[in-house]
């Protein structure tokens, strides 16, 4: 009890039947309420902060469908002004293995939440202010590779050629950088809609075809269930999947084999993409989802990049309600793929069961 006293951060453990057992000092002052009068109540039931209160007592109600949840809160703390607090609640099992209770975390992240908006903001001025000369640049070196100035030598027409591209690679990192902030405004996966999976298919690889067969890079596509529906974000599901077909053409030697695949798994579909490139240490399989993390050093790294794809991949998968899991090691290729539930109607359907209405409009 004397280490739970003095710990840094809030402990609210409640027990089996929802109401609280035990709260630490600091959760008191967290929560706005105290030990004395919340014991045996549940913490939908107590008077205090009411984001967080709130906050505490959504997540205890989806432990009975995940093992631990994870969310910032924003509070509004009369001696601190606006406060953001992490908290973490996961299931308690005692010795037998049943549900004894559940634990809930609260820690202080106003610094580090504080530092990052600021980064944010910066990183999308600078940004946008990219945006203006580049906008420039990328339509004069689009007129004259149409010949719109004038005619061009083959030499002089490579040269366009290339400008006009290097504009593109730069603007596609520019827009990554604008995008930046929207993963902690939670912007990801709002617009839903319901679409069918052949649709989805159709063109997702266009963007990676040609530099496949420049470095003779064998691409395959298999698409299982192309009949079935998704209900999500079309344009962010999109940039996910083309994010990790992205990552397997950057990291695949010439001559190598990348297959993409949308396959039947359970109760959903599964996106697949699946290489035989360089591979990633199992020791950088959580960090390689970071912000702006590279493995390789960013002074002498061949391969380009800001280290916002995966990142950004990640944020929109979890904002459908997944999360990508990754099969890798060393100089053995590697293995991403997330999973979704299908879609009928807006009613989620079994896999691979028959469908009596197929191509109907949902």
């Not at 504009?167 to 993963?183: A, M, T, W, Y």
Request: charged share 25%; glycine share 8%.
């Amino acid at each position: 009890m004397n280490i739970i006293t003095n710990i840094m951060d809030g402990i609210v453990f409640v027990d089996r039947g929802g109401n609280v057992a035990l709260m630490n000092p600091v959760a008191e002052d967290l929560l706005g309420a105290k030990f004395f009068v919340a014991i045996g109540k549940p913490v939908v039931a107590l008077q205090g902060r009411k984001e967080l209160l709130q906050a505490v007592a959504a997540d205890h109600a989806r432990m009975d469908r995940q093992r631990e949840v994870t969310q910032t809160v924003e509070v509004h703390h009369d001696a601190q002004d606006i406060m953001f607090i992490k908290c973490t609640t996961s299931r308690v099992l005692d010795w037998r293995g049943q549900l004894a209770g559940v634990l809930t975390a609260l820690r202080d992240v106003t610094a580090e939440h504080k530092t990052d908006q600021l980064r944010n903001q910066y990183l999308s001025i600078v940004a946008h202010e990219l945006r203006t000369p580049l906008t420039g640049i990328k339509t004069f070196a689009t007129m004259m590779a149409k010949g719109s100035l004038g005619p061009l030598s083959d030499r002089q027409q490579r040269v366009c050629d290339a400008i006009r591209e290097q504009s593109v690679r730069l603007e596609h990192q520019i827009d990554k950088l604008i995008n930046l902030g929207n993963l902690e405004a939670c912007e990801y996966g709002q617009d839903r809609e319901s679409f069918p999976v052949a649709e989805f298919a159709a063109g997702l690889l266009a963007p990676f075809e040609q530099p496949a067969r420049d470095r003779k890079i064998a691409l395959t596509f298999d698409v299982e269930g192309d009949d079935l529906w998704l209900q999500a974000d079309r344009a962010d599901l999109r940039r996910a999947c083309q994010t990790l077909v992205e990552n397997a053409v950057k990291f695949t030697r010439d001559g190598g084999h990348i297959a993409v695949a949308i396959e039947l798994s359970g109760a959903g579909l599964r996106f697949r993409v699946t290489d035989d490139g360089v591979g990633v240490d199992p020791r950088y399989h959580r960090r390689i989802f970071e912000k702006f993390f590279q493995v390789e050093d960013p002074l002498t790294r061949h391969h380009g990049g800001a280290g916002l794809g995966l990142f950004v991949a990640k944020g929109i998968v979890e904002a459908h309600g997944s999360r990508i899991e990754v099969s890798s090691q060393l100089g053995q290729g590697a293995d991403f793929s997330f999973a979704l539930p299908v879609h009928k109607q807006g009613v989620p359907v079994i896999a691979g069961a028959k469908n009596p209405s197929q191509g109907a409009q949902p």
